[in-house]
């Protein structure tokens, strides 16, 4: 392979006209770039400069080889300037997190994507063990957890909380255990979960979500509410899948007498250095759970 300083010497020359100005502006001897010079064009055998008393001209061979090494010796020029390159708004952010925030969280996110259209925002939705896989195999940038990490190699930091709902149909009033129990449950992947949590916190009767009758599973966490807007069973769902639901006023939610709240866990790699977008997309969802 064919040496780049010895381009970057030849191109140079080229440009000056002048081994003396050549050996200056590259910090030189001039015998140096002679040395270059050789050393290239018996490498590639062939001669590339026609040289006499006043001075040089290119060989048909040298004029090729000019035309073909310039774009590369500018390429190499600006080669640590385009790796340590680092802009805050370009490039690609892979972001996964439960159903529920990611609902109101993707809607958000797509707006400051507006502000900033050199970003490229992939936004999915997991449950808590795939999102920690996924940080982990460095398939994602940025996790939303509802549970605290186990592997080593995540960060976490807790940034909120979201509460538990219960939601009903809309006819249903003051809902008590055995309504519910004859209503039955609307299942979801952390279905049983949520109800343990915020049923037993509040109904002493209550010893575990089995003792309720399923109706119905979904695991789009866009349509578990429709079969409950149906009148087929009640569940028990975080904050944020609630207030996305398209038809509030078909369901109701019961403000129980012991809030229950999910915790949230914003999580990265703990081995890898974040990329400026990284950070100021981390920055962009802490300020955006804040508020909320």
């Known amino acids: 392979m064919v040496n780049p300083a ?59 080889l000019y035309q073909q090494a310039q774009p590369i010796v500018d390429s190499l020029a600006h080669l640590q300037e385009q790796v ?52 982990v195999q460095k398939h994602a940038d940025i996790g939303l957890m509802t549970q605290i990490p186990q592997h080593p190699q995540c960060a976490f930091n807790d940034v909120g909380r979201e509460q538990l709902l219960l939601v009903t149909p809309a006819s249903e009033s003051v809902p ?55 009148g087929l069973g009640f569940t028990v769902l975080p904050q944020h899948a609630v207030a996305s639901f398209a038809k509030p006023e078909s369901i109701r939610v019961h403000t129980l007498s012991t809030p229950v709240y999910e915790p949230l866990y914003l999580v990265t790699s703990a081995t890898t250095q974040r990329p400026a977008r990284v950070q100021v997309l981390l920055e962009e969802i802490r300020a955006w759970l804040k508020s909320g």
């Open 176 to 230: 008590s255990l055995s309504a519910l129990e004859k209503l039955g449950f609307i299942d979801h992947p952390d279905g049983h979960h949520h109800a343990n949590l915020l049923l037993s916190a509040n109904f002493s009767d209550f010893s575990s979500s089995q003792q309720i009758p399923v109706r119905g599973f979904s695991n789009q966490i866009g349509l578990i509410l429709e079969p409950v807007s149906l």
């Open 84 to 135: 340590m390159a680092d802009p805050p708004h370009q490039g690609r952010v892979n972001v996964i997190s439960p159903g529920s925030v990611g609902l109101q969280l993707y809607r958000h996110l797509l707006g400051f994507q507006q502000q900033h259209q050199g970003l490229i925002i992939d936004h999915r939705f997991a449950p808590n063990g795939s999102i920690e896989s996924a940080v």
């Open 6 to 64: 010895w381009l970057r010497s030849f191109c140079t020359l080229v440009h000056t006209q002048n081994f003396t100005r050549t050996a200056e502006q590259l910090f030189m001897t001039q015998s140096g770039v002679s040395q270059h010079i050789k050393k290239l064009e018996g490498f590639l055998g062939a001669s590339l400069l026609d040289r006499d008393a006043n001075g040089f001209e290119l060989t048909e061979a040298g004029r090729r």
